[in-house]
C-alpha cells in the first residue's frame, strides 16, 4: 500500500481545503476485494453512512464532512480540485480521502466503475454544493475552516495524521 498526498489549490467556485491534502491510498486489499469489504473497513475506523455507487460526473464539493471514496470495481480518472484542480487515474484498490471543501468528478469511466464513500463519524449528513452562489461558497468556506481532522483514518493507515 503506497500513501501519496496531494494539496488542491485554492479556488472561486470550489474552495478546496486550505489546510489539510487529499490523502490517495494505491494498492489497498481490501479495497479490491468487493464493496462489502470496504464498508467493513471503513467502519472500523469510524467512518459511516457509507454507499456503493459512482461519482458525479459534475464538479460539487462537501462543506459539512470529510468524505473517503474506495475504488471498488473498474476504472475512472477523477478531477479533484475543481476546474484548477488535476486529473488522477484511479483503479480498483484505490482509497482516496478528501477533506472538505475538495473538489471531485468524475471525467471518464469504465462501465465497471464503482466506488465506496464513507464519512465520519456525525459527518454523515453531507452537503452537496456545486459552487454556483458566491455567498454559499463564502458561507462553505467558513464550514470548512471549522472542520478539524477526523480521529481515525478510514482505512487505519497513517494518512490523517498529516491532517494533524
Avoid: C
Avoid at 470550489?14 to 491534502?21: A, T
Avoid at 482509497?95 to 462501465?111: E, F, I, N, Q
Amino acid at each position: 500500500m503506497q500513501l501519496h498526498a496531494w494539496h488542491a489549490p485554492p479556488g472561486d467556485r470550489i474552495p478546496n481545503n486550505p489546510r489539510f491534502p487529499v490523502l490517495i491510498y494505491r494498492g489497498v486489499d481490501t479495497a479490491a476485494s468487493s464493496a462489502d469489504a470496504a464498508r467493513g473497513l471503513f467502519a472500523q475506523h469510524g467512518w459511516g453512512g457509507s454507499w456503493v455507487d459512482g461519482v458525479f460526473g459534475f464538479h460539487h464539493f462537501h462543506s459539512t464532512s470529510h468524505e473517503a471514496l474506495a475504488v471498488v470495481a473498474g476504472r475512472a480518472t477523477l478531477e479533484l480540485g475543481g476546474p484548477q484542480g488535476d486529473a488522477f487515474d484511479v483503479a480498483a484498490g484505490d482509497v482516496l480521502v478528501l477533506p472538505a471543501g475538495t473538489g471531485h468528478r468524475r471525467a471518464s469511466s469504465d462501465a465497471s466503475f464503482t466506488v465506496v464513500g464513507a464519512y465520519p463519524a456525525g459527518q454523515e449528513n453531507y452537503d452537496l454544493l456545486r459552487g454556483d452562489d458566491p455567498a454559499e461558497v463564502e458561507a462553505a468556506r467558513e464550514r470548512i475552516a471549522g472542520l478539524g481532522p477526523p480521529p481515525d483514518d478510514p482505512i487505519g493507515g497513517e494518512g490523517v495524521g498529516l491532517w494533524k
